[in-house]
């Protein structure tokens, strides 16, 4: 019987949560099966190029391929688009080092954070006090610099080209004839790229650039991806960066089996270095399948329609009545209460359960994640910050250890003050549980007064002197003698290691770890998150180091790059996201609620039953809960070369927040609470979008009973 031909090219679109994935899924298996087949046949098959979004994503689509294909004939990876262009960047470099006619090296990947501090360093003592002016301050600037190099990459633009855009594009309103600005912009942007080529060190944005600009234009590169790759799943195109498609259209031109998917109520990165409508023209070379929404039963199609009506002239409340309330009022501090309560009240009466509520925001400040935290704690409702990103030196645990890293190597007093000291001695000593709670051998107060009386502040060689320093009294326990004590020999006995083996600053911080943090299993997840992102971090700066060191020796000590590591930290710009340790790509379900901005939320493609729009009547609404990158509108393929309007930017907004509605709907099983207050956290009026929806809405009433 003669086998159906498939279509070769497959274009998949639709809303929020219509099965657009579980299609690809299915064509997947269908490919798979076949490829199996020609296994059999004794025809060698290639592996599929399988894209996703972001990395959540991608271990959801991961599970659905492993769960829904038989025995494969070669393993299943799933890249996001960035990830696979690191891949590449990395496995190809020596063509690209050919083709830059550049010293041939091993390249190193640089982590945002090190890239701003690098470029900081290059860039301190050339910026024109023009430049300077049109930014807060330089960290901003220098930040601002690198997203227009990265935004650049992304859409396939040259560097050389960035001046001429922002002039066209009139990004900072200024005189057109003001050239000295956008040559100073292009002069800094190419002195950054040429230090980094020179020694190897490879940001986001050139990366983006050598992909498309060395790779995908080299006919040896193109015969590699042909003889790699059989076939192209992508899933969620419309997150994707311009330069993706140039990768799709090239396997289409060369009649690869490609499928993919996009979702018109997505573009969660819109501004943020994609580019969905430019991907959305590969659907011109593909048979399109579109997936309609009432295939689904969904909060969404209930109610999006309704609450559109209720927005224009219509005030029929009654269709969205069961499923959308209000809680409002005058001060925010009394609405994240009001919020509270009714979380502990319902959970308590046992009408929904914490994994099923949702908090979303479109920002969350220190105070209503404070709040929400400790108050539901303290009422023992677990609630889990969604990719939670405080810097990583708000951690008690690593600021201990960086105390212990300025006492270990010398010269790094001027950074270890008497409070960092006393942290320290609580926080490394021995813990211990009781009925009354937990207990640390070293108190806060006696850590104070150890700090005061045997802290020995020295530039050079700061330590712990002898307990005999502390004055006789009652206020030393035995527990605290004995911990002060196995601390201060620990440290002198490292200190002599350091300065007799020549120990590097990594084989000391593990040594800290092995020492003060033995049994993990002791530690919470953020504790745990924190020492492994330290860890992390500080493997990168001393591979940052040492390529650095070895291209153009400084003559730095050990000590002194201790130093640089402490100060670079104490920024605050570096984040406690380590890279997820998940078994075969899943994670454990979450037990408490979560708490997240839109942005976090949108890509991690949760469910809940009850959400909680938080500030819902704030103006944030309608920029998404991410900040847009400056000058991102251009750097679209489909830019026209006028500067973005005013025009354009309320029509960009009106489009965004009723992508937001209607994708949070769709990830909502059950009911909706707008949450507004008057005033917002400094006191101003709230005027946002969904003001007038949120009045209409009846509110919710508490019942204790």
């Known amino acids: 019987m003669a086998r159906k031909k498939r279509n070769k090219f497959?274009?998949?679109?639709?809303?929020?949560?219509?099965?657009?994935?579980?299609?690809?899924?299915?064509?997947?298996?269908?490919?798979?099966?076949?490829?199996?087949?020609?296994?059999?046949?004794?025809?060698?098959?290639?592996?599929?190029?399988?894209?996703?979004?972001?990395?959540?994503?991608?271990?959801?689509?991961?599970?659905?391929?492993?769960?829904?294909?038989?025995?494969?004939?070669?393993?299943?990876?799933?890249?996001?688009?960035?990830?696979?262009?690191?891949?590449?960047?990395?496995?190809?470099?020596?063509?690209?080092?050919?083709?830059?006619?550049?010293?041939?090296?091993?390249?190193?990947?640089?982590?945002?954070?090190?890239?701003?501090e690098l470029a900081s360093n290059l860039w301190r003592d050339n910026f024109s006090p023009e430049l300077l002016t049109l930014f807060a301050n330089e960290s901003t600037l220098v930040r601002r610099l690198l997203d227009l190099l990265q935004l650049a990459g992304c859409s396939g633009v040259a560097p050389e080209e960035i001046p001429t855009r922002l002039k066209t594009g009139k990004v900072f309103l200024l005189d057109e004839n003001n050239q000295d600005i956008w040559d100073?912009?292009?002069?800094?942007?190419?002195?950054?790229?040429?230090?980094?080529?020179?020694?190897?060190?490879?940001?986001?944005?050139?990366?983006?650039?050598?992909?498309?600009r060395y790779l995908l234009t080299d006919s040896n590169y193109k015969g590699h991806l042909l003889r790699r790759y059989g076939a192209v799943f992508a899933d969620d195109l419309d997150d994707y960066p311009g330069v993706s498609a140039d990768v799709f259209k090239f396997f289409i031109e060369q009649n690869i089996y490609s499928v993919f998917t996009y979702n018109n109520k997505g573009k969660v990165r819109l501004g943020l270095n994609a580019d969905p409508d430019y991907l959305k023209t590969l659907s011109l070379q593909c048979d399109q399948e579109f997936l309609n929404d009432s295939s689904i039963d969904n909060l969404a199609v209930k109610i999006e329609l309704q609450i559109k009506e209720l927005m224009g002239?219509?005030?029929?409340?009654?269709?969205?009545?069961?499923?959308?309330?209000?809680?409002?009022?005058?001060?925010?501090?009394?609405?994240?209460?009001?919020?509270?309560?009714i979380i502990i009240n319902e959970v308590n009466n046992g009408k929904i359960n914490p994994h099923e509520i949702a908090i979303i925001a479109p920002g969350l400040d220190e105070v209503a994640r404070f709040n929400f935290i400790h108050l539901l704690q303290e009422k023992a409702i677990p609630i889990e910050p969604l990719k939670e990103q405080r810097p990583l030196i708000s951690s008690p645990l690593v600021r201990a250890i960086l105390s212990l890293l300025g006492l270990l190597y010398r010269g790094n007093g001027r950074l270890i003050?008497?409070?960092?000291?006393?942290?320290?001695?609580?926080?490394?000593?021995?813990?211990?549980?009781?009925?009354?709670?937990?207990?640390?051998?070293?108190?806060?107060?006696?850590?104070?007064?150890?700090?005061?009386?045997?802290?020995?502040?020295d530039i050079e060689s700061p330590c712990l002197l002898s307990i005999e320093h502390y004055p006789s009294g009652d206020r030393m326990n035995y527990k605290t003698f004995v911990a002060y004590n196995e601390i201060r020999d620990w440290v002198e006995i490292t200190k002599a290691e350091i300065e007799n083996n020549q120990l590097t600053p990594l084989v000391v911080i593990d040594k800290i770890l092995q020492r003060f943090f033995p049994h993990i299993q002791k530690l919470t997840y953020s504790q745990l998150a924190s020492l492994r992102e330290l860890r992390e971090t500080a493997n990168?700066?001393?591979?940052?180091?040492?390529?650095?060191?070895?291209?153009?020796?400084?003559?730095?000590?050990?000590?002194?790059?201790?130093?640089?590591?402490?100060?670079?930290l104490r920024k605050g710009t570096i984040t406690a996201n380590p890279y997820p340790v998940d078994l075969l790509g899943k994670e454990s379900p979450s037990k408490g609620i979560t708490l997240a901005t839109i942005y976090q939320y949108r890509t991690s493609h949760l469910h809940h039953r009850w959400q909680f729009w938080l500030d819902a009547g704030s103006n944030l609404w309608g920029k998404g809960g991410a900040a847009k990158l400056v000058a991102s509108s251009l750097f679209l393929r489909g830019w026209d070369g006028k500067p973005f309007s005013v025009?354009?930017?309320?029509?960009?907004?009106?489009?965004?927040?009723?992508?937001?509605?209607?994708?949070?709907?769709?990830?909502?099983?059950?009911?909706?609470?707008?949450?507004?207050?008057?005033?917002?956290?400094?006191?101003?009026?709230?005027?946002?979008?969904?003001?007038?929806?949120?009045?209409?809405?009846?509110?919710?009433?508490?019942?204790?009973?």
Not at 193 to 209: N, T, V, W
Not at 422 to 438: F, N, Y
Not at 544 to 552: A, F, I, T
């Open 10 to 116: 497959i274009w998949i679109e639709g809303n929020s949560c219509c099965g657009k994935t579980d299609r690809l899924v299915e064509l997947f298996s269908q490919w798979a099966e076949n490829i199996t087949q020609k296994k059999q046949e004794k025809i060698l098959p290639k592996k599929p190029l399988i894209i996703c979004a972001n990395s959540e994503g991608k271990k959801h689509l991961l599970d659905n391929l492993l769960n829904n294909s038989q025995k494969l004939p070669f393993a299943i990876e799933v890249k996001t688009p960035f990830g696979f262009m690191i891949d590449e960047v990395e496995l190809y470099f020596p063509l690209i080092v050919a083709n830059l006619n550049i010293n041939p090296q091993i390249p190193l990947i640089l982590r945002p954070e090190t890239e701003q």
């Open 540 to 568: 990168h700066f001393w591979q940052v180091y040492d390529k650095l060191e070895n291209y153009q020796p400084s003559g730095k000590t050990w000590a002194e790059s201790i130093g640089d590591f402490i100060v670079l």
């Open 417 to 457: 003050e008497r409070d960092m000291i006393a942290q320290m001695l609580v926080v490394l000593s021995p813990q211990s549980m009781t009925q009354e709670g937990r207990f640390w051998d070293i108190d806060p107060v006696r850590g104070g007064l150890l700090a005061d009386y045997c802290y020995y502040i």
């Open 184 to 212: 100073s912009i292009g002069e800094l942007l190419f002195e950054w790229r040429k230090y980094c080529l020179e020694r190897g060190l490879l940001s986001y944005g050139i990366i983006y650039e050598l992909y498309w």
């Open 647 to 705: 025009e354009d930017e309320a029509k960009e907004e009106k489009e965004r927040i009723e992508r937001i509605i209607h994708d949070l709907l769709s990830h909502s099983q059950e009911k909706i609470f707008l949450c507004h207050s008057q005033l917002d956290i400094n006191g101003n009026q709230q005027m946002g979008n969904l003001l007038g929806l949120i009045y209409l809405i009846p509110p919710f009433f508490l019942n204790k009973s």
């Open 313 to 341: 002239n219509n005030h029929d409340i009654s269709m969205v009545q069961d499923h959308i309330c209000s809680v409002t009022s005058v001060t925010r501090s009394h609405l994240i209460q009001s919020i509270i309560d």
